[in-house]
């Protein structure tokens, strides 16, 4: 709660000092950042529309929230979602359970709702698209949310009567939503995005490349609408903006600054981690703020007079397993068979059978889980029944196929499986064995998780503690076994020291690196971010790209903003940036009559995606000049195509 007031007293300030810094919670996996970042979300919602007092800027996208993988933001979309369908209950004048009624107060101001922004892969772009990915059942669907925020109820995805948007229902009569026979304030639809301006964006951060390349994007910040911008960003996680993606994204947030900013005010951002390590120069590379670390640190580190250590919390029981003697994979399953069956013993108590009942795999490679498909559904079971012999009268547990929460599972498909994650013991979709990748590290929330077996040590410490945070969240003791492969110095290294290196983990959380004027990064997207600026912040410049020649004052006053970021950031490469932006300027303004602005349509397009570029290797002059611009800040490292030729002395070898 005290980061609360601390963000609320920030957020409604709008002194520059307060804006000139990000406030960072960083707070132990479980501790409640979440709760505290969306308390603040409804805060600044009806905050601005209280200010605004029915002027239409008090509507439009209130906060952003930030997210790098897709399981993380349709999860924590899923707990958003009950907290804006809630606050539109309250704009409507609902009696929620009986607590409060506000009559009418916010009833003309356009309506309370939440916009899922996220790539072409898990969501269609147009209505359209969505209208046949939905009657198709198709990987990539607007239908992100299954079970209604407030009855849980099943919901209805589909398009109105006009067929001109995707909206979803509850058919639950009971339901509020029910009765007001109205649909949920829920999109997932970029077409109905940018026409609603949802008051809560939560989107990935490669969304942003979509800024230089499509028109309608601005609306989000207000601009060309009679909405005021963003009040507040969140960037939850914020130990993963970092490396290759941090140094992209660094690049981008030049623009999302300025076009925030339009009113002279800067936003208001904050940050939430668990595990980082240098926080203060990471901060400054990617927003140009200072950093203030919340809770700050205390003269105990039990107190620190926000929170403190509850003694009477079990928490986590790590145990280190290693291999010394049999092989990997063995070891693996023996650990594996043991957990399960012990799940099933008279040893655990029926109240808390359920916490162990589905046990976590996490594995450090697509290529270890996949040799541990075929261990879970042979080796594994006949270890369990091998064990289960050997105790009188004890049933060999009957195991039911592993899920898989990897990369490679299609985007339709994790909500289902969060879904089936949460149903309990003894139910006939109970999950008994997830194989999981650093998918599920960071974000995942699912309070009936308890055991958790690592294979092999991650290469990273926050990785480790992130992902081994996801089980013990619900009051009962959490079990983590590490099996560490005696072969492999790091993990040999880390079973000879297991209860010294337990005791002091977050001592050896790495540092970041984020470099977003690096000389590659430069050539990658300074021009983007350039463009996307001049697009949505001068007058006359939104689809006439031609005419840049016109507007010199104000392309060079942009100019000069970037470089000023650059000399904040990395003085060092203030000078490379300046060079790099006044060239490309100066073949932006000798570059013609261009008909067409930044997509890929025709030749004419000042910027082009990466993969355009390659194939036409400039075949006019529009062409050559044309820059390749990112469709996503990750795929940063450049593709080398190659054919291999069969020698005569090696055929049939």
Known sequence: MGFVLLCLISASDGADKDRATMDLLWFPTGGGKTEAYLLLTAFVIFQRRLKAAGDPI?????????????????????????????????RLGANLAGLWQ??????????????????????PNKVADAIKALSDRASSTPAQLSRCPVCDSL??????????????????????????????????????????????????????????????????????????????IIQDELHLISGPLGTMAGLYEIAVDELCSTTGTRPKIIGSTATIRRAEAQIRALFNRAAFQFPPPGLDAGESGFASVDPDDPGRLYVGVTTSGRSAKFALQAVTASMLQAAASEAILDAERDEYWTLVIYFNSLRELGGALVLMQDDVE?????????????????????????????????????????????????????????????????????????????????????????????????????????????????????????????????????????????????????????????????????????????????????????????????????HALEAFRDRWISGGNIQKYWDDNGDKGLLISAEIAEERKAASRAQRWASASPNSLRSVEPSTSFLLRPDASTRGV
């Not at 995805?157 to 009971?174: L, S, Y």
């Not at 989107?203 to 207000?222: C, I, M, S, V």
């Not at 970041?512 to 600026?533: K, M």
């Not at 689809?543 to 016109?550: I, T, V």
């Open 58 to 90: 008090g509507g439009g996208v209130s906060v952003f929230m930030r997210y790098t993988l897709r399981l993380l933001t349709v999860q924590q979309f899923q707990r958003a979602a009950a907290l804006i369908t809630a606050c539109e209950l309250i």
């Open 382 to 578: 006949r270890s369990v029944a091998e064990y289960a012999s050997r105790r009188p009268a004890e049933a060999a547990r009957s195991l039911s196929d592993p899920i898989e929460l990897t990369s490679r599972v299609a985007s339709d498909d994790i909500p289902k499986l969060l879904e089936r994650l949460d149903q309990k013991h003894g139910h006939d979709d109970c999950v008994d064995t997830v194989l999981a990748s650093n998918m599920i590290s960071v974000g995942v929330d699912v309070s009936r998780l308890g055991m958790m077996v690592v294979n092999g040590q991650p290469k990273g410490i926050a990785e480790y503690i992130q992902a081994s945070s996801r089980v013990g969240r619900s009051g009962v003791p959490g079990l983590v076994v590490s099996v560490l492969n005696a072969n492999k110095a790091r993990d040999r290294s880390r079973f000879e020291s297991f209860p010294n290196w337990h005791q002091s983990l977050y001592r050896d959380v790495e540092a970041t690196s984020v470099t977003p004027f690096a000389p590659r990064a430069r050539d990658r997207a300074l021009h983007a971010v350039f463009v996307a600026i001049v697009r949505h912040t001068v007058a006359g410049m939104e689809d006439r790209p031609g005419e840049a020649c016109k507007h010199l004052p104000e392309i060079n006053a942009i100019l000069e903003i970037v470089v000023a970021r650059a000399q904040d950031i990395d003085p060092d490469e203030a000078a490379d940036v300046r």
């Open 102 to 123: 506000v009559p009418g107060h916010f009833a003309s101001d356009a309506p309370i709702s939440i916009g899922l922004w996220v790539g072409q892969a898990s969501v």
């Open 155 to 232: 919901l209805s995805w589909g398009p109105n009567a006009a067929k001109t948007q995707i909206e979803v229902r509850c058919g639950n009569a009971a339901c509020s939503y029910g009765q007001l026979s109205k649909p949920l304030p829920i999109w997932t639809v970029d077409e109905d995005i940018y026409r609603e301006r949802p008051s809560l964006m939560i989107g990935t951060a490669d969304k942003y490349a979509q800024l230089p390349r499509n028109g309608e994007t601005g609306k989000l910040f207000g601009l060309a609408t009679n909405a005021g911008p963003p009040d507040l």
